[in-house]
């Protein structure tokens, strides 16, 4: 599970984020990836150089690290979704011209190697993915992932039966299964939802008078499924007001994401164990600092790519999300 946003505000600032619902044990950290590093092809195949420095939160495995979301100097974000059912990898390596990248270093490949959407696209173009189990799941974990820049440009890059597709996001909204075009399509279930409503009705000579407000939301869809995340988040997103700056684009960002996050216990997988929302990260593409809260601190912390940027060619951990509760007293 999982849902991801775009959100521009009136000074024209992008923001991405995104909720992290898993039901694996992960204890996701901050890292600081500095530019040209070097980091191993999971592959053994070559080793990579990053060309941009980037913030990322990520958890290191079995000697494996990988990433969920981050964003580089450039602005550019992106962050990996689970794509259950319709995700199509292929499975060993082919010799062709275009370079083999794992599903598991995909998104540190592309954040280490786009400044924009635009160079994202060209470099879609000279590799393919491949899955490889991961070391939390023990599985080839089904993936898409989201991507946008300072712009506001926003796309999704699915792999499926069809192959490698990079897809216009006008809407800037990401969730599960099905795909991307589905979930658009889908929407249109939903053209009637609208923040006024009916003031009266009359069904024969009896008259009816809504309870209170928002009549006009009664349609939306209420459950965890991918499809009423995406359209609940959808619908929030083009009904409220821009936000005027970058602390009210923060503030709103985790508003909407508040309606989509899921607490322990009402989503049990087969496996008898919780999905939950581990924690919600906002990203300023703009400015490059992450925003985030985990589920046992709903206080919003920060830190900023540039307060740690240094010339040094080693990977730079910056510590655990999760941290204590604590109580500010009046």
């Excluded at 999905?275 to 600092?289: G, H, M, Q, R």
């Amino acid at each position: 599970m999982c849902t991801a946003i775009t959100l521009q505000s009136k000074q024209m600032e992008n923001f991405f984020g995104r909720t992290m619902d898993f039901s694996y044990d992960i204890e996701p950290q901050l890292y600081v990836v500095p530019k040209y590093y070097v980091w191993n092809n999971i592959f053994n195949m070559h080793n990579f150089s990053n060309c941009y420095s980037f913030i990322g939160i990520g958890q290191k495995s079995n000697g494996i690290l990988g990433f969920f979301d981050g964003v580089n100097e450039r602005g550019f974000a992106a962050a990996a979704l689970y794509f259950a059912g319709y995700a199509k990898y292929e499975m060993q390596i082919r010799y062709t011209d275009k370079e083999p990248v794992s599903s598991l270093d995909f998104l540190h490949y592309i954040l280490g190697t786009c400044g924009s959407v635009e160079e994202l696209k060209r470099i879609l173009q000279d590799i393919y993915i491949i899955g490889l189990p991961d070391p939390v799941t023990q599985t080839v974990a089904p993936l898409h992932w989201i991507a946008t820049d300072k712009s506001g440009e926003c796309v999704v890059i699915e792999q499926t039966e069809n192959g490698l597709e990079i897809l216009q996001n006008p809407i800037g909204i990401m969730t599960n299964s099905p795909d991307f075009h589905w979930h658009m399509t889908n929407l249109r279930n939903y053209m009637n939802v609208s923040p006024t409503q009916t003031s009266e009705a009359c069904w024969g000579e009896i008259q009816l008078k809504p309870f209170g407000q928002a009549g006009g939301t009664i349609q939306l869809p209420g459950g965890y499924t991918s499809p009423e995340r995406f359209v609940r988040t959808a619908y929030q997103k083009t009904h409220i007001q821009t936000p005027k700056d970058s602390t009210d684009a923060i503030i709103t960002c985790f508003h909407i994401m508040e309606s989509v996050s899921i607490s322990k216990g009402v989503v049990t997988t087969n496996r008898d164990t919780y999905d939950y929302t581990k924690y919600i990260a906002f990203i300023n593409t703009n400015t490059c600092e992450y925003f985030f809260k985990t589920y046992d601190n709903s206080q919003i912390t920060s830190v900023s790519l540039w307060d740690n940027y240094n010339n040094s060619s080693r990977l730079l951990l910056l510590g655990k999300l999760m941290h204590p509760v604590t109580f500010e007293k009046m």
